[in-house]
């Protein structure tokens, strides 16, 4: 398995409404293809908003934290809804989820 990243993003761009439900967006069919599309490729593992419904933590497979702002970049919500605050090394050492 390649290196996984833990990638805490805030919603804090300048298109973002707070006043607004997430699915209510703008842009959102657009941003949740190209999650989507990110999902089928194997690059987002696990990800969703935390709690407070400002943050988002995605656990991502990518060889490089370039590589991770590179993709992200290409989020049609990039830096208009979601700003990438950290990228951090996560080294996963217990995983409930394997067969």
């Given at each position: ?5 833990l990638v ?10 707070p ?5 209510e967006?703008?842009d ?6 190209f ?12 990800g969703?908003p935390?709690?407070?419904?400002h ?8 060889e ?12 049609p ?7 990438v605050?950290t990228?951090?090394?996560w080294t ?7 067969a």
């Amino acid at each position: 398995m390649g290196v996984t990243f833990l990638v805490v993003l805030h919603r804090s761009g300048p298109q973002w409404d707070p006043s607004q439900p997430l699915e209510e967006q703008s842009d959102w069919p657009a941003h949740a293809s190209f999650m989507d599309e990110l999902v089928d490729a194997g690059f987002v593992v696990l990800g969703g908003p935390l709690a407070d419904e400002h943050r988002v933590v995605l656990a991502v497979e990518a060889e490089s934290q370039d590589a991770v702002r590179a993709t992200l970049a290409r989020d049609p919500w990039s830096e208009t809804h979601l700003q990438v605050d950290t990228i951090d090394h996560w080294t996963i050492r217990l995983d409930g989820r394997r067969a």
